[in-house]
């Protein structure tokens, strides 16, 4: 059977169960996502062993001085599925979000997971696959929400509505959390959410001082129609994909960007990509980049998520930053650059062919995708 006859919905006469096609279409994305750790990286023509970047040691990207805690609440609408508020703890100051970790109210970032990659956080009550974006965040002061929900692409409008109705909830659950300064960050299904998500927090009133935004390989978008996408004039986007992406097709990602009735200088599209430099692995810009576990904690997530996730953040909070070269991506230790991050607002697809997204018979031309007409050639 073929990745296609997987994904695609069995005729009414031959229906594979629904859950079970996802977990075949899951299991083998997983394979093509992980393949490129096992591959070794060429050696350098000296021999010399070369380690690739490390996190930077102050500024953005690097680690924030505040612990977590956490608090983890069932959603009462539907007991599958659980909402996990962390908070940041110290008294250090915070000088990227301002003030200090043991404000009374700090920025809140809602950290949206994609497809099936909430189940860990069901299972165990903490996200697994999104630990390293989550710890990174609390530890520059934020409040963290991160509500699982049913990531179904074949109602895909109807998923993120009912989670725009469990975010609403998370006020409640977020004392701390100050959802005037409000940041969305959201990865695959959940990047293809964000802008969704923004509309609706905005007619609430959040994001009312800051509202900044962050999509890492977005898969598609639903319900905003198929015009220009708008949001609040003071918002800012980073819309960011991967150069060896083989599960979502970047197209979709450069669509939802050249849709945002933002000025320039208050959006970016950056395409991070890989660099085999190294002898002791290669920096591969996959598709799982932003994910514990799937991807290794290295420069691509230090320099492409973390760095560029605080200079956005801090820019809208403090309006610092807001300069920072973002194609930057560290030097292996022998001194040569990673290879820089595309950084334009004129993106152009130059990712491969994207295996993955036979589970919706191809982003761009799928009937799933309402907005699939936009899409650049």
């Not at 110290?90 to 950290?111: Q, Y």
């Not at 990174?136 to 009912?162: C, M």
Request: hydrophobic share 35%; charged share 15%.
């Amino acid at each position: 059977m073929t990745l296609q006859e997987v994904y695609r919905p069995a005729s009414p006469g031959h229906r594979i169960p629904f859950f079970t096609a996802l977990c075949a279409a899951f299991a083998a994305l997983l394979a093509i996502a992980v393949a490129p750790l096992a591959s070794a990286a060429p050696a350098s023509s000296s021999g010399q062993i070369v380690h690739p970047p490390a996190q930077p040691s102050e500024g953005p990207g690097s680690a924030g001085p505040c612990g977590s805690s956490s608090t983890t609440t069932v959603n009462p609408d539907d007991p599958t599925q659980k909402t996990i508020v962390y908070s940041p703890e110290g008294s250090a100051e915070t000088p990227l979000t301002g003030g200090h970790c043991n404000d009374a109210k700090r920025p809140t970032v809602v950290l949206v997971h994609g497809l099936m990659s909430g189940i860990d956080a069901q299972i165990a009550g903490q996200s697994v696959l999104h630990k390293d974006l989550i710890d990174h965040y609390v530890s520059q002061g934020n409040v963290v929400v991160f509500s699982t929900w049913a990531t179904n692409p074949y109602d895909f409008e109807g998923s993120i509505k009912t989670l725009d109705k469990t975010i609403g909830g998370a006020e409640a659950l977020a004392p701390r959390g100050d959802f005037d300064r409000l940041g969305i960050v959201g990865h695959s299904m959940g990047g293809g959410a964000v802008p969704y998500l923004a509309q609706k927090a905005d007619e609430r009133g959040w994001g009312s001082e800051a509202m900044w935004l962050f999509q890492l390989a977005p898969a598609f978008t639903a319900g905003l129609g198929t015009g220009p996408i708008e949001l609040p004039e003071h918002a800012r986007v980073v819309v960011e994909g991967y150069d060896n992406d083989q599960i979502m097709d970047n197209r979709v990602g450069i669509e939802m960007f050249n849709a945002y009735t933002l000025p320039d200088d208050q959006k970016k599209h950056i395409t991070v990509h890989g660099d085999g430099h190294g002898t002791v692995h290669k920096l591969d810009a996959s598709h799982m980049t932003p994910n514990t576990m799937l991807h290794p904690e290295d420069a691509l997530r230090y320099y492409g998520i973390y760095r560029t996730g605080d200079a956005l953040q801090s820019c809208s909070l403090t309006g610092q930053n807001c300069d920072e070269d973002l194609s930057y991506m560290g030097r292996w230790s022998d001194g040569t650059p990673v290879t820089p991050a595309t950084v334009t607002n004129e993106p152009a697809d130059v990712g491969p062919t994207d295996v993955g997204v036979a589970v919706l018979d191809g982003e761009c031309t799928s009937e799933l995708n309402s907005r699939a007409a936009n899409c650049p050639a």
